[in-house]
């Protein structure tokens, strides 16, 4: 078994900014001359998320705004009253939709269904550059 390690890093502009990485994913696995194994990409940080959708406009609009009903901005954070940042309801988003995603991958492709692509989600108040993590292992 082998692990290849590598990162991407992309300007995002905050406010549930959504960016497809299926396409980087993909070109850093089939670089990497794995065949056969698993994929995890993880955001580090605690304000973004991964998480997988159909990238289609309307989906990029469902999904913040479903997020905006269970963690909304302008609510009352602990997180704010104690740093004051504003942020609180980044930091409920990332946790409620996760840091990290494993996908299968067969032949160098990724195991995702027709109409799935890899997002991450950057939920902070304010513009960023993002770095992910992309872990392949397999052989």
Same mark, same amino acid.
């Given at each position: 078994?082998?692990? !290849? #390690?590598? #990162?991407? #890093?992309?300007?995002?502009? =905050?406010?549930?900014?959504?960016?497809?990485?299926? &396409?980087?994913?993909?070109?850093?696995? /089939?670089?990497? &001359?794995?065949? /056969? %194994? $698993?994929? $995890?990409?993880?955001?580090? =940080?605690?304000?973004? %998320?991964?998480?997988?959708?159909?990238? /289609?406009?309307?989906?990029?609009?469902?999904?913040?705004? @479903?997020?905006?009903?269970?963690?909304?901005?302008?609510?009352?954070?602990?997180?704010? @009253? @104690?740093?004051?940042?504003?942020? =609180?309801? @980044?930091?409920?988003?990332?946790?409620?939709? &996760? #840091?990290?995603?494993?996908?299968?991958?067969?032949? &160098?492709?990724?195991?995702?269904?027709?109409?799935?692509?890899?997002? !991450?989600?950057?939920?902070?108040?304010?513009?960023?550059?993002?770095?992910?993590?992309?872990?392949?292992? =397999?052989?």
């Amino acid at each position: 078994m082998r692990i !290849i #390690t590598k #990162t991407i #890093t992309f300007p995002t502009r =905050g406010n549930s900014h959504t960016v497809d990485v299926t &396409g980087k994913v993909q070109s850093l696995l /089939e670089e990497s &001359g794995l065949r /056969e %194994g $698993t994929c $995890t990409v993880f955001a580090g =940080g605690s304000t973004a %998320g991964v998480t997988t959708i159909e990238f /289609e406009p309307g989906l990029l609009k469902d999904l913040p705004a @479903a997020l905006d009903r269970l963690a909304p901005d302008g609510h009352a954070y602990y997180h704010d @009253a @104690a740093w004051g940042d504003g942020n =609180g309801h @980044a930091h409920v988003r990332s946790a409620i939709v &996760g #840091t990290s995603l494993s996908v299968p991958f067969q032949d &160098g492709r990724l195991l995702l269904g027709t109409w799935q692509q890899i997002v !991450i989600m950057d939920f902070d108040n304010r513009p960023r550059d993002r770095r992910i993590v992309v872990q392949a292992m =397999g052989n």
